[in-house]
């Protein structure tokens, strides 16, 4: 649904994106994310037609960035949710969102229906008259999210949809987001809340300018960290771990009385372990798997890339 | 170029506007005091009573012109809100993204700050003539009013001299990123027309209608001008990257 070829952005001197080459299947919900400066809403914003690429190409279906006859189209299929959400204080929520319908040409019912169905969906449907002035920040983003909704986009690009909100906020814009990867949308989401992006996307990119790393959260954990099994011991002693170094265990890891090992097949490798150790007289209490958070691997590529 | 777009954006305009209560204020008061005040200075003391008919007339005729300063100072008062207030709101980017060219937001924008300047100067205007004519037909006889300058003037060189202040506004307004600052540098258009007005009132130009449609040419080549400046000005990707 979103392919990108080499997409370069630079303002004059600076480059802000380089080279990404990417591509987003239908119904695929793509995180994106990278520190501040990493080119993640220049992407977004290149892909939305809000500004012109540098070199490179993009397609978003049938239609291409670079074609200026594309453009309307393009814009047609697709919804936004910028990171300030750009309402109109001195209108009310309906007619915030009404204004956008007619912009995206959809035709008077159509448009109602809409309203209705997203602000009814969002608990805010009770505000429709209301002054969006008064709303609260969190209540706002909702909002934001109808208008990107209002003319039901075959992609939807979403720029820190959950920063700056407060916990519950936050918790009902992710649940809304998951509800509408049910109705199997393309989501292209921009985000620095790695907990939210592994909850929620199917396929993350981590972005430094140019493309760090692009998988599952699963394929990006056992390529970047392997498999590791943790032991807990009641005492752990040079026995014991000369008997794990002569089944190939070499490298071990020891925190307190747990033992970590990198294992390639754990279902293989963790009996030997096992049996190693109780051989060598050591009485073991746990084994577990060490999983490592988005979070381990996102600051182990960026800080590996800023090196 | 889809017109029913552009309206869509003047008509929300307007229902923000309809808000902002100085907006509606200046729209109102400016008009009112000019077309209020002018005739009625001439009934203190009983001064109309006592001017020739010829002078009354002339009085009349010359303050007329004073309409083409008001279509230059009321489109500052609501463009430069129209454009900056999408920055202070943040809105230009959402409203970028939707499937509208530059081209009929720029004119939506411009209809949202023409439409209103235009019709509070027609009704001040009407308003000036109609209390003139009340004010004159007892001592000449005849109504001053309408007459071949003010066709001239409210046809022609109103309506350019709003476009030429929407223009200036537009430009200003991308240039600066407080609304005060930029009511304060678009009223600058004031001073072309303020200079019209005075060298009418020295007599230093004749305010006939031959005149008026010389003003009314040169109103026209600045406003296309303009025109070609603002447009180029106005690219959505310098609104998102440099309207900061």
């Known amino acids: 649904m979103i392919e990108t070829e080499h997409l370069t952005k630079k303002f004059g001197d600076v480059t802000a994106v380089q080279d990404l080459t990417l591509s987003v299947g239908e119904g695929e919900v793509f995180g994106f994310l990278g520190p501040n400066g990493a080119g993640k809403t220049t992407t977004v914003r290149m892909l939305c037609c809000l500004i012109s690429r540098t070199e490179g ?100 690009f979403l720029d820190e949809p959950t920063a700056n909100l407060d916990p519950e906020s936050a918790k009902t814009t992710r649940d809304f ?32 300018t140019s493309p760090v790393a692009v998988d599952t959260p699963a394929n990006l954990r056992a390529s970047l960290w392997g498999r590791k099994t943790v032991l807990h011991l009641s005492q752990i002693n040079d026995k014991i771990l000369e008997a794990l170094r002569r089944i190939g265990f070499g490298e071990v890891e020891t925190v307190g009385n747990r033992l970590l090992l990198k294992v390639t097949e754990p279902e293989k490798d963790n009996p030997a372990i096992v049996s190693a150790v109780v051989g060598a007289g050591g009485e073991v209490q746990f084994v577990t798997e060490l999983r490592p958070t988005l979070e381990d691997i996102y600051l182990r590529l960026v800080r590996r890339e800023t090196e | 170029m889809r017109l029913w777009k552009s309206w869509i954006v003047t008509q929300k305009d307007f229902a923000v506007f309809r808000r902002k209560r100085y907006i509606l204020y200046s729209l109102v008061a400016l008009p009112l005091i000019l077309s209020l005040l002018l005739p009625g200075s001439l009934l203190i003391g009983g001064a109309i009573g006592q001017m020739p008919s ?35 709101e943040k809105s230009l980017e959402p409203l970028l993204a939707t499937p509208t060219t530059d081209g009929e937001l ?106 008026l449609l010389a003003v009314s040419g040169i109103l026209l080549v600045a406003d296309i001008a303009l025109f070609y400046l603002s447009r180029a000005i106005f690219q959505r990707e310098e609104i998102l990257i440099k309207w900061r």
């Open chain 1, 177 to 208: 987001i998951l509800e509408l990867k049910k109705e199997k949308r393309t989501i292209f989401l921009n985000t620095h809340n790695l907990d939210e992006a592994q909850r929620i996307c199917d396929r993350i990119g981590i972005l430094k």
């Open chain 1, 57 to 156: 190409h993009a397609r978003i279906g049938d239609y291409s960035i670079e074609e200026s006859r594309d453009r309307l189209k393009l814009q047609k299929i697709v919804g936004f949710l910028p990171e300030n959400v750009g309402l109109y204080d001195d209108l009310s929520a309906y007619r915030n969102l009404e204004f956008y319908g007619r912009l995206y040409e959809c035709s008077e019912s159509q448009s109602r229906d809409a309203i209705e169905r997203l602000l009814k969906m969002l608990g805010l449907w009770d505000r429709k008259d209301s002054l969006v002035g008064t709303f609260s920040k969190g209540m706002k983003q909702k909002i934001a999210l109808a208008r990107a909704l209002i003319h039901d986009p075959e992609v939807l």
């Open chain 2, 106 to 211: 720029l004119l939506g924008k411009s209809l949202s700050a023409f439409v209103p300047s235009l019709a509070a100067t027609y009704v001040g205007g009407l308003i000036f003539m109609v209390f003139a004519d009340l004010l004159t037909y007892g001592r000449l006889g005849y109504l001053l009013f309408p007459d071949w300058t003010s066709a001239v003037l409210f046809v022609l060189a109103v309506p350019l001299a709003c476009v030429l202040s929407v223009e200036f506004n537009v430009i200003v307004s991308s240039r600066v990123n407080d609304v005060r600052a930029a009511q304060q540098l678009g009223v600058l258009i004031v001073l072309p027309m303020l200079a019209i007005y005075i060298l009418g009132e020295t007599g230093a130009l004749s305010s006939g209608p031959i005149e």
């Open chain 2, 54 to 88: 010829t002078l009354l007339a002339s009085f009349f005729r010359s303050e007329e012109t004073i309409f083409i300063i008001l279509p230059a100072i009321l489109p500052s008062v609501i463009a430069s809100y129209s454009f900056i207030g999408e920055k202070l």
